[in-house]
């Protein structure tokens, strides 16, 4: 009999349905019926590729007995993070707090106040390396709440008043000035790896931001050390296991300091992070491997997570059933001698060589993860082609990880960004209409008449859940990229709806400090507030760029305001922890250098003149720089205003902070306008 959970439209949700637990969806019903019975709330938070999370759920959500505790002694409540950020925020906020570490699943006991008092991960169903059992936790928190109540709330209490004080210091509302770039840039040096490229130890993540804002470091200042850091860590991802060298992609993280072992799920918001860095890597040095990863990624992501609706699916699992009816994470992937001989025969040794298959196996049970490691040979290119092809064919009969198929509003703004560029570099149109397409369905489904955000939506159908910052903040990012690409000017219009929304619902008026939800969102037991980024932009980061963007494109000095003030975070954060606000940082350094504002007037964007300069206007590297493309006289993007031909023939404009260059008409004019010697 399924549960309440049937309903709901999150993928993750959906998989805990037919559990013998009792779930509530996250619901101020769920919070009511724990007062009416007088019993604690469980909160478990989790998402659908989270193998920690099913493994959970198979040993105890589905166990009966331990469903019977559940139901008997609690409420018991099931959130998808990926869908409820706000919710997962706050008490992941609170669960570190209180033990030093977080993670999912998370597992949060609550009063019917939404107040926590005590916190967990996952539990074993049996004692295990100094963990209780799950069952023996629960029991636990029962014996508390029924025999010794006034403790529990006033150690829930202490909590709510704990997460209260912890208000953010950020230091002024001003951007970040050289000083502050230059320490951060010392910072990320000295937790450079120089010799497997990234920053710490294991495990370790692919730090987009950090590259994105390497590479803007060095086109405003020409730091030679910046790019070498962002070059040499891309190669080394490029080369390691965490990128799929089949069919493209790169996995969450790699469990190793050598990116050799990935945790296999793949993420939409890490692949577009990555397609864009990558892009504007090969726009930074036209290298050739840069060039192959971006638009592999993209690839990658239209074929294996584009929805039907348009939109893209939030993610690939990491577990995938190994051919004997078992999940086991990575068995898509990971390859033994003997399978690469099965598919390949007398190229088997080859393929083995060429991807560092070994007999020992470089994953588990003898399997090896496909790399590219350095070596001295060179391989014959057509003979690699024809071994790749035909392991993915052989790839393609395997049993594919499951796919998270809600698509997620600030997610897919990250998509379209990182398409509709790599489409404009590469040539490929095909790509910006996956953008556009994508564009589409957020207005068309998860835009309402107010220009409210709706954050998920699945098969159709728009979720219930509010967007937040993130969401508000990328979508308008995807939109402006767009803008620049196309020439279209309803993108910029769009960006501005939401943008509007940002300064009236999100941003603190007294400090110019920005919050995760919406003034008038649903109240929790703290309104969340995360300047860092983490595995994608913060919603508070990503704002001050698309705030700075918008006002380049439009002159809004209310937006280039907002920006700025927000951009006080970096400066306070940026000198000491680096690596955690790396798209602050890259908005810091577009902030500095402008941005520039390039407007390119041709008699029509078919003009091969017009196109010339369009493309080398969005391949120039100043940091942030924004594009308009149009007729002159057109009204359909603000800086095209007031811009004639000159002598007749396409001309660019190349402007920064209210102060214009001479224009021209030429591509090599236009480089040189662009170049960071005419700041």
Known sequence: MPNRLAHETSPYLLQHADNPVDWWPWSAEAFDEARKRGVPVLLSVGYSSCHWCH???????????????????????????????????????????????????????????????????????????????????????????????????DVA?????????????????????????????????????????????????????????????????????????????????????????????????????????????????????????????????????????????????????????????????????????K?????????????????????????????GVTEEGTFEQGSSVLQLPQQDVVFDAERIDSVKQRLLGARAERPAPGRDDKVVAAWNGLAIAALAETGAYFDRPDLVEAAVGAADLLVRLHLDDHARLARTSKDGQVGANAGVLEDYADVAEGFLALASVTGEGVWLEFAGFLLDHVLARFVDPESGALFDTAADAEALIRRPQDPTDNAAPAGWTAAAGALLSYAAHTGAEPHRTAAERALGVVKALGPRVPR????????????????????????????????????????????????????????????????????????????????????????????????????
Not at 67 to 78: G, P
Not at 194 to 217: D, N, T, W, Y
Request: proline fraction near 6%; charge should be negative.
């Open 327 to 355: 999940h086991v994470e990575g068995a898509y992937y990971v390859w033994t001698p003997e399978q690469l001989h099965e598919v390949l025969q007398d190229d088997a040794e080859l393929a083995a060589h060429y991807f």
């Open 580 to 679: 955690f606000i790396g798209w602050g940082l890259a908005v810091a350094e577009a902030f500095l250098d402008g941005p520039k504002e390039v407007a390119i007037v041709g008699p029509s964007l078919d003009d091969e003149a017009t196109k010339a300069l369009h493309r080398t206007a969005l391949l120039g590297t100043a940091p942030g720089a924004v594009v308009a493309v149009g007729a002159p006289g057109s009204d359909e993007l603000p800086l095209l205003a007031d811009r004639p031909l000159i002598g007749g023939s396409p001309t660019a404009y190349v402007c920064r902070r209210f102060v214009c260059d001479a224009p021209v008409t030429d591509v090599a004019g236009l480089r040189a306008r662009l170049s960071s010697s005419s700041s």
């Open 157 to 325: 209490g202490k909590i709510v008043r704990d997460l209260a004080g912890r208000e953010i210091s950020y230091g002024d509302s001003q951007a970040p000035g050289e000083e502050q770039q230059a320490a951060a840039l010392l910072g990320l040096t000295r937790e450079y790896d120089p010799q497997r490229g990234g920053f710490g130890g294991a495990p370790k993540f692919p730090p987009s931001m950090v590259i994105e804002f390497l590479l803007r470091h060095h086109a405003r200042t020409g730091s030679e050390g910046a790019l070498q850091m962002a070059q040499d860590t891309c190669e080394r991802m490029a080369r390691g296991g965490i990128y799929d060298q089949l069919g493209g992609g790169f996995s969450r993280y790699s469990v190793d300091r050598e990116w050799v072992v990935p945790h296999f799920e793949k993420m939409l918001y890490d692949n577009a992070l990555l397609c864009r860095v990558y892009a504007h890597l090969w726009r930074s040095t036209g290298s050739e491997l840069a060039r192959r990863v971006a638009l592999e990624t993209a690839d990658f992501m239209v074929r294996e997570l584009r929805t039907n609706e348009g939109g893209f699916a939030s993610a690939l699992d990491a577990d995938s059933d190994d051919g004997t009816g």
């Open 55 to 153: 493994v959970m759920a198979h040993e105890s959500f589905e166990d009966q007995e331990t469903a019977d505790v559940l139901n008997a002694h609690f409420v018991n409540i099931k959130v998808d993070r990926e869908e409820r950020p706000d919710v997962d925020a706050v008490y992941m906020e609170a669960v570190q707090a209180a033990t030093g570490q977080g993670g999912w699943p998370m597992t949060v006991f609550l009063t019917p106040d939404a107040e926590p008092f005590y916190f967990g991960t996952y539990f074993p169903p049996a004692p295990r390396q100094g963990m209780p059992s799950f069952r023996q936790v629960l029991e636990g928190v029962n014996s508390a709440w029924t025999d010794r109540r006034d403790e529990v709330a």
